[in-house]
């Protein structure tokens, strides 16, 4: 018996497993007054085509929870039945995701307005949605005060419904939702170069992320942590921040995330001075990573890595622990995968390249490197973590070639660009 590819595909798209797309469906039925009795067989049953055509009220919750009719679903009535049958009314899916999003109450069954509205499944993947447009517009322009905004306004929008939860796991996930929100502001303020801001918001996200039971979230949390001791220039911090990412549970169990707090503990350790400290984590992030599933579904926060960030952090390491020559290769590696659409990263990683240049006393090659990463940016403001990195290359470049003329210029412009922030 063939699958029901379409069904397949909309749940991958949504990030929805069997569990969840079941308890989503209850959330449905209940919020009409029915008993949910949707299982997990129940949807395996509909995955492999054992069941072509659900139930009326399973129907329309299906149609509630991804907004389309149950055919574009994979869906399809008997033979008999199909002349007679027509599409359900749109209008149902719109009540229900404006009661969803407290903007309308869904007026279908009297017994509704005998229960208060509950917060369900389709609720916490409306708001995790909207993480997605986030990350793309830090990857593409970098932290700032519109998106720190945005993401405050998530997470205070997934903590005003834990109190509507329609059980424990539905206010966890909220907790996850607004711990990763918080996340993605602190984020933004760290690569802002707003460091006070940046550590009161990871505070606050570890806190959430605690309630919520998320071991990725926490993850993400240590992994940012270590990123902005850097920038506090407390090293040693850096390194305890990495270690901690590294015993969460989703790095023992996932080679994956467990590739990505060895890398970032490899940074501190090489920052400290510890070169071997830092290239034995160097080789447990590419062992992890080779291990790693890479076409498994993951939150879109962490999907700046992979081979090509890993070669970016080497280079970083290198260039840290004395081998500019190891660090330009790696950052050429670098700059040969890291998507066009990650700007940010592309100019970051174009700045490690100029400084691995300049290292190794190439002053003409990496001055032109550094005004290509202005380039890269050319119509936003420059993040201030960028400006960060460009400040170190300004300062290495008047202490190893002062009296260079291309060093002149390009100071010059450094200043010019400099007030892009």
């Known amino acids: 018996m063939e699958g029901n590819a379409s069904l397949i595909s909309a749940m991958d798209e949504s990030g929805l497993k069997q569990a969840e797309l079941a308890e989503a469906v209850n959330d449905f039925l209940r919020s009409r007054g029915y008993d949910g009795t949707v299982s997990d067989r129940t949807v ?6 054992k069941t072509r055509w659900p139930h009326p009220r399973q129907r329309e919750a299906l149609e509630a929870v991804f907004g389309c009719t149950a055919e574009a679903l994979g869906f399809s009535p008997p033979a008999a039945r199909r002349l007679s049958t027509e599409p359900e009314p ?18 279908v ?7 208060p509205t509950s917060v369900g499944t389709s609720d916490v993947i409306r708001l995790r949605s909207g993480l997605d447009g986030l990350m793309a517009l830090d990857a593409s322009r970098g932290g700032h005060e519109g998106l720190e905004r945005s993401a405050l306004a998530g997470a205070e929008e997934a903590l005003d419904k834990v109190k509507q939860a329609a059980s424990q796991r539905i206010r966890q996930r909220l907790y ?27 505070d ?3 806190f959430l992320a605690g309630m919520a039971k998320d071991p990725v979230v926490e993850l993400r949390i240590w992994n940012s942590y270590a990123i902005l001791a850097h920038q506090r220039d407390t090293f040693t911090d850096a390194v305890d921040a990495g270690n901690a990412a590294q015993a969460t549970a989703i790095a023992r169990r996932d080679p994956f995330y467990g590739s990505l707090a060895h890398a970032r503990t490899a940074v501190g350790h090489a920052t400290i001075g510890d070169r071997q400290a830092a290239i034995r984590s160097l080789g447990h992030a590419q062992e992890g990573l080779g291990k790693a599933v890479v076409e498994e579904p993951r939150p879109s926060w ?20 004395g081998d500019p020559a190891e660090s330009e290769a790696a950052s050429h590696q670098a700059l040969a995968m890291i998507p066009k659409t990650f700007r940010r990263n592309r100019a970051l990683a174009t700045g ?5 240049q300049l290292h190794q006393r190439e002053v003409e090659r990496a001055c032109l490197t550094a005004s290509s990463a202005f380039e890269l940016m050319s119509g936003n403001p420059i993040p201030g973590r960028m400006r960060s990195l460009l400040g170190d290359y300004y300062r290495d470049l008047i202490t190893l070639a002062p009296d260079a003329p291309v060093a002149r210029e390009w100071i010059d412009r450094h200043r010019s660009e400099w007030s892009r922030a």
Not at 44 to 49: F, I, V
Not at 90 to 107: C, E, I, K
Not at 109 to 115: E, G, I, Q
């Open 44 to 49: 395996r049953n509909w995955l492999t085509g």
């Open 90 to 107: 749109s209008v149902r899916r719109r009540n229900f995701f404006s009661a969803a999003t407290g903007t309308a109450v869904a007026v």
């Open 109 to 115: 069954a009297p017994v509704m307005n005998s229960r």
């Open 176 to 202: 996850a939702v607004a711990a990763n929100y918080t996340a993605t502001a602190a984020w933004s303020a760290t690569d802002a170069r707003q460091l006070d801001r940046a550590q009161s918001f990871l």
């Open 204 to 206: 606050r996200a570890l």
């Open 302 to 321: 962490v999907s700046f890595y992979g081979v090509a960030e890993l070669a970016a952090i080497t280079a970083i390491v290198r260039d840290r622990i």
């Open 352 to 356: 490690r390249l100029a400084l691995a």
